[in-house]
């Protein structure tokens, strides 16, 4: 059997790497770009669903979010019938740089896909949403506290 796997978590974390040394400039540590990107594309989210789009858990969301929301990225707001819900949303702080972002985003694209093909390309992404819909299953039983049998 192929090992795809292998070859996606050594290109998630190479282009994670280089995003963490050039988003230093910008103030944003390891991987928050992500959670800035996903609640900008997505104002008034809450913490469950920031978690089910970028696939941590509820600790590792509520870390992010604080450490955002302390450097000014990002803003909690009460929901105003449930006090207990807080929506997130990017501040002014957090609208400027997405467009940084977005292009780093960009270029990691044109340069990954180098030599492709439109219709490769396409295919590429359209195995890839497949695969992660196979994994969808198992990352949400296994997230609540589910076994998977190997």
């Keep these: 059997m192929v090992d795809i796997l292998r070859e996606v978590g050594m290109i998630e974390r190479a282009l994670d790497s280089m995003s963490n040394i050039e988003f230093k400039q910008i103030d944003l540590a390891r991987g928050q770009y992500?959670?800035?990107?996903?609640?900008?594309?997505?104002?008034?989210?809450?913490?469950?669903?920031?978690s089910g789009l970028i696939k941590v858990d509820r600790t590792t969301i509520a870390r992010a979010v604080k450490k955002l929301e302390q450097k000014g990225f990002i803003e909690r707001r009460s929901d105003p019938t449930n006090k207990k819900i807080k929506h997130l949303y990017v501040t002014e702080k957090g609208k400027q740089i997405y467009p940084f972002i977005i292009?780093?985003?960009?270029?990691?694209n044109d340069v990954a896909l180098q030599?492709?093909?439109e219709q490769e390309a396409q295919q590429v992404h359209d195995y890839l949403v497949r695969i992660r819909h196979n994994i969808d299953h198992d990352w949400n039983f296994v997230k609540h506290g589910g076994?998977?049998?190997y």
């Design 34 to 50: 992500l959670y800035v990107v996903r609640i900008y594309e997505n104002p008034g989210i809450i913490s469950e669903q920031l």
């Design 115 to 117: 030599g492709f093909s």
């Design 147 to 149: 076994k998977r049998q």
């Design 103 to 108: 292009r780093e985003n960009s270029h990691s």
